[in-house]
């Protein structure tokens, strides 16, 4: 369910945390985005033609034998299914802001990120290569969302931002950790199970969150989804 | 030069600028928090700071307290019986990046005159963490109380990205928000649960500039 981003408990949570609405608008330096609907409209289909990428890439990922048949991995084939989903409720959230601030909804994937799809197409049949591909488009992600958060001008658009980042991330580091159980040849290992955290090698537990900040540095360019 | 390290830079060289920082202070001080209802003990941020400040303050009283919670299983190792490797490795990495995140907050704090917090969150230290803290007998059970504080942690960040109005303090917040949830979402994966189902992460919970620290 998309979340109704201009409810008074969300207003509530930023007046307590002690930044009162009558900042809003003041002309500062260095003070957040102001309000520009068109390049806000720009930023939310980018991110949406990201979400798009993802919710196709991930529905032929769940189609491969490699994760439909009765040897698919139960972790990826979770994993997968529940981040198409989230993925294609991110997709609509982003489309309904953009039309509230007057642009037009992306429903056609990211040409940057489609090229990389195509180009990893033959090597993600494979579990490390399906692994990879799922990586990569999910850093785009969360590092665009990154980039945009100090972007958005529009407050309800930034607050959807950081509520996606969040979900992102954490689709980021479960891959993080998958990737590095497939390079150590210990895929067996990569399963919803409480002794899970005592069978890891140090460098593998810890390969969910390699950097103390994210760089950011594999983020979209913030026109590269808009709607031409 | 880490993206967060020049943002935090920016940060400082505005507060500084030909503004002033006293101007920025006060484009930074936003109204006070609302207050809560008189029955509810008054407690203000620390040197009653305002803003993106008592912001920064927040989100490193979370970090310290996050740093002192791993700390505890490193000092308190028998308590928890044999600590595997790869888990041991977890807690000291978390708590490496926590000591980074705080430090990046209070660079920002120092940098406009203001002390830097050396404290943690009290108000989530004695309601959340040292009951639950005190009972933890096994890694399992402390892991989980690091994953609550971790996502409490990560939410406050998402509140923070909502309300920061000053631009080199939001890209501090987004370039750590990241990091907190990865490592809570590896946490969840070394605690053998299923991934949330849910599309979108809430900022109910967060914690806010009322909390008192020390």
Same mark, same amino acid.
């Given at each position: 369910?998309v979340?109704?981003?201009?409810?008074?408990?969300?207003?509530?949570?930023?007046?307590?945390?002690?930044?009162?609405?009558?900042?809003?608008?003041?002309?500062?330096?260095?003070?957040?985005?102001?309000?520009?609907?068109?390049?806000?409209?720009?930023?939310?289909?980018?991110?949406?033609?990201i979400?798009?990428?993802?919710?196709?890439?991930?529905?032929?990922?769940?189609?491969?034998?490699?994760?439909?048949?009765?040897?698919?991995?139960?972790?990826?084939k979770?994993?997968?299914?529940?981040?198409?989903?989230?993925?294609?409720?991110?997709?609509?959230?982003?489309?309904?802001?953009?039309t509230?601030?007057?642009?037009?909804?992306?429903?056609?994937?990211?040409?940057?990120?489609?090229?990389v799809?195509?180009?990893?197409?033959?090597a993600?049949?494979?579990?490390?290569?399906?692994?990879?591909?799922?990586?990569?488009?999910?850093?785009?992600?969360?590092?665009?969302?990154?980039?945009?958060?100090?972007?958005?001008?529009?407050?309800?658009?930034?607050?959807?931002?950081?509520?996606?980042?969040?979900?992102?991330?954490?689709?980021?580091?479960?891959?993080?950790?998958?990737?590095?159980?497939?390079?150590?040849?210990?895929?067996?290992?990569?399963?919803?199970?409480?002794?899970?955290?005592?069978?890891?090698?140090?460098?593998i537990?810890?390969?969910?969150?390699?950097?103390?900040f994210?760089?950011?540095?594999?983020?979209?360019?913030?026109?590269?989804?808009?709607?031409? | 030069?880490?993206?967060?390290?020049?943002?935090?830079?920016?940060?400082?060289?505005?507060?500084?600028?030909?503004?002033?920082?006293?101007?920025?202070?006060?484009?930074?001080?936003?109204?006070?928090?609302?207050r %809560? #209802?008189?029955?509810?003990? *008054?407690? !203000?941020?620390?040197?009653?700071?305002?803003? =993106?400040? &008592?912001? /920064?303050?927040?989100?490193?009283?979370?970090?310290n307290?996050?740093?002192?919670?791993?700390?505890?299983?490193?000092?308190?190792?028998?308590?928890?019986?044999?600590? %595997? #490797?790869?888990?041991?490795? *977890?807690? !000291?990495?978390?708590?490496?990046?926590?000591? =980074?995140? &705080?430090? /990046?907050?209070?660079?920002?704090?120092?940098?406009?005159?203001?002390?830097?917090?050396?404290?943690?969150?009290?108000?989530?230290?004695?309601?959340s963490?040292?009951? %639950?803290?005190?009972?933890?007998?096994?890694?399992?059970?402390?892991?989980?109380?690091?994953? =609550?504080v971790?996502?409490?942690?990560?939410?406050?960040?998402?509140?923070?990205?909502?309300?920061?109005?000053?631009?080199?303090?939001?890209?501090?917040?987004?370039?750590?928000?990241?990091?907190?949830?990865?490592?809570?979402?590896?946490?969840?994966?070394?605690?053998?649960?299923?991934?949330?189902?849910?599309?979108?992460?809430?900022?109910?919970?967060?914690?806010?500039?009322?909390?008192?620290?020390?």
């Amino acid at each position: 369910m998309v979340p109704d981003w201009t409810s008074p408990l969300v207003e509530r949570r930023a007046l307590a945390l002690g930044v009162g609405a009558a900042l809003v608008g003041l002309v500062t330096v260095g003070a957040r985005a102001a309000a520009d609907p068109a390049f806000d409209v720009q930023l939310l289909q980018t991110a949406a033609s990201i979400e798009n990428v993802l919710v196709s890439t991930y529905e032929t990922l769940l189609a491969l034998p490699l994760l439909s048949g009765p040897n698919a991995n139960p972790v990826l084939k979770v994993v997968f299914t529940i981040a198409r989903s989230q993925h294609a409720d991110h997709a609509t959230a982003c489309n309904d802001i953009a039309t509230k601030l007057g642009g037009r909804r992306q429903d056609s994937p990211n040409p940057g990120l489609a090229q990389v799809v195509t180009r990893a197409r033959p090597a993600s049949s494979d579990l490390g290569g399906a692994i990879d591909l799922a990586l990569q488009l999910e850093s785009a992600s969360a590092q665009t969302y990154q980039n945009e958060a100090s972007l958005l001008g529009d407050l309800n658009a930034r607050r959807l931002a950081a509520s996606i980042m969040g979900v992102e991330s954490d689709h980021v580091g479960l891959l993080l950790v998958a990737k590095a159980l497939v390079a150590a040849r210990t895929p067996e290992l990569l399963v919803f199970d409480p002794s899970t955290g005592s069978r890891l090698a140090p460098e593998i537990a810890t390969a969910g969150f390699p950097d103390s900040f994210s760089k950011g540095d594999q983020a979209r360019p913030a026109g590269e989804g808009a709607v031409r | 030069m880490s993206g967060a390290e020049v943002d935090r830079r920016r940060f400082l060289f505005l507060a500084g600028g030909t503004v002033g920082g006293s101007a920025l202070l006060a484009a930074c001080g936003g109204p006070s928090p609302a207050r %809560p #209802p008189d029955d509810t003990p *008054v407690v !203000t941020s620390p040197d009653h700071l305002e803003g =993106d400040l &008592a912001i /920064a303050a927040l989100l490193a009283s979370m970090e310290n307290l996050l740093l002192n919670l791993y700390q505890e299983a490193i000092d308190k190792k028998d308590k928890l019986g044999t600590i %595997p #490797p790869g888990v041991m490795a *977890v807690i !000291t990495t978390a708590q490496k990046e926590h000591k =980074d995140h &705080a430090a /990046a907050w209070n660079g920002i704090l120092t940098g406009a005159g203001k002390p830097g917090i050396t404290g943690v969150n009290l108000t989530v230290k004695s309601g959340s963490v040292d009951v %639950p803290l005190a009972r933890a007998k096994d890694f399992g059970t402390f892991l989980s109380l690091c994953q =609550d504080v971790g996502t409490l942690t990560a939410t406050t960040y998402q509140a923070a990205m909502g309300s920061l109005q000053n631009l080199a303090a939001i890209k501090v917040a987004a370039s750590i928000h990241p990091v907190e949830q990865q490592q809570v979402a590896v946490l969840n994966f070394l605690l053998g649960r299923n991934p949330p189902t849910d599309s979108f992460r809430h900022v109910d919970g967060a914690r806010t500039t009322t909390d008192n620290i020390g």
